[in-house]
């Protein structure tokens, strides 16, 4: 494992979090009033709108040669319809899993949903933009010892993170302390946020802290 590497990782990872940023300080110029809390929904959809954008313009720089038969026009755009699908799937998937696990059924959808969509962003778009709608290769990624590249360990902890701060997030909304941001799901998306970018922050840093006794085989 050459350093170089690590440092792609890490810069792709940085570009990454400063998608994040760039939701919460671009819209102020266009939008009044604009805030995470109080217009947390706009927020929402801008975070996700730039936050895919980057994953996708790092996915067309960094992405390997593929053949010219996995290039041709049919297959790409089978493959981005493809994607677009495996998201909406996504994103449906969250939606009822917040609903079976306690949030509104019938009120707050919007929110529920922009917070499916948020999660979806995080951990599914990543994925789609590495591994492709390959559900062979998500289960491999995601099974014990099933990486390939650092590229993939990097996405296991940026998409654990991302579903442990969500799951974090949702400790403070009970607690009778009658903020703003323990409106539902503000705090949720919030921990998701913060999640995702600690587990950005985290991979390289724990892959260059384990890279001697990292070996990956060849899938």
Same mark, same amino acid.
């Given at each position: 494992?050459?350093?170089?590497?690590?440092?792609r $990782?890490?810069?792709?990872?940085?570009?990454c979090?400063?998608?994040i &940023?760039?939701?919460i300080?671009?819209?102020?110029? &266009? $939008? /009044?009033n &604009?805030?995470?809390?109080?217009? !947390?929904?706009? @927020?929402?959809?801008?975070?996700?709108? &730039?936050?895919?954008?980057?994953?996708l313009?790092l996915?067309? +720089?960094v992405?390997?040669? *593929?053949?010219s038969? %996995?290039?041709?026009?049919? !297959?790409? +755009?089978?493959r981005?319809?493809k994607? #677009?699908?495996?998201?909406?799937?996504s994103?449906?998937?969250? !939606? +009822?899993i917040?609903?079976?696990?306690g949030?509104? $059924?019938i009120?707050? *959808?919007l929110?529920?949903?922009l917070?499916? *969509?948020?999660?979806?962003t995080?951990?599914?778009?990543?994925?789609?933009?590495?591994?492709?709608?390959? $559900?062979?290769?998500w289960l %491999? +990624?995601?099974s %014990?010892?099933g990486v390939?590249?650092? @590229?993939?360990?990097?996405?296991?902890?940026?998409?654990?993170?991302?579903?442990?701060?969500? #799951?974090l997030?949702?400790?403070?909304?009970p607690? /009778? #302390?009658?903020?703003? #941001?323990?409106?539902w799901?503000?705090s949720c998306?919030?921990?998701?946020?913060?999640?995702y970018?600690?587990?950005? *922050?985290?991979?390289?840093? @724990?892959?260059?802290w384990? %890279?001697k006794?990292?070996?990956y085989?060849?899938?």
């Open positions: 494992m050459k350093d170089t590497d690590i440092k $990782l890490l810069y792709t990872n940085l570009l979090i400063f998608s &940023f760039l939701s300080f671009i819209p102020p110029f &266009f $939008l /009044d &604009f805030s995470v809390l109080e217009t !947390h929904l706009i @927020w929402l959809c801008t975070c996700s709108t &730039f936050v895919t954008a980057v994953n313009l996915y067309l +720089v992405k390997p040669n *593929v053949s038969k %996995r290039s041709s026009l049919s !297959h790409k +755009v089978t981005v319809l994607c #677009w699908i495996y998201f909406l799937m994103c449906f998937f969250l !939606h +009822v917040f609903v079976l696990y949030a509104p $059924l009120e707050l *959808v929110e529920t949903f917070f499916a *969509v948020i999660l979806s995080f951990t599914t778009v990543p994925c789609l933009c590495l591994l492709g709608p390959n $559900l062979k290769a %491999r +990624v995601f %014990r010892n390939t590249s650092i @590229w993939e360990n990097s996405l296991q902890i940026t998409t654990i993170s991302s579903f442990v701060g969500a #799951w997030g949702a400790f403070p909304i607690l /009778d #302390w009658e903020r703003p #941001w323990q409106v799901p503000i998306t919030l921990g998701a946020t913060f999640g970018v600690a587990g950005l *922050v985290i991979s390289p840093l @724990w892959i260059y384990n %890279r006794q990292l070996t085989k060849t899938n």
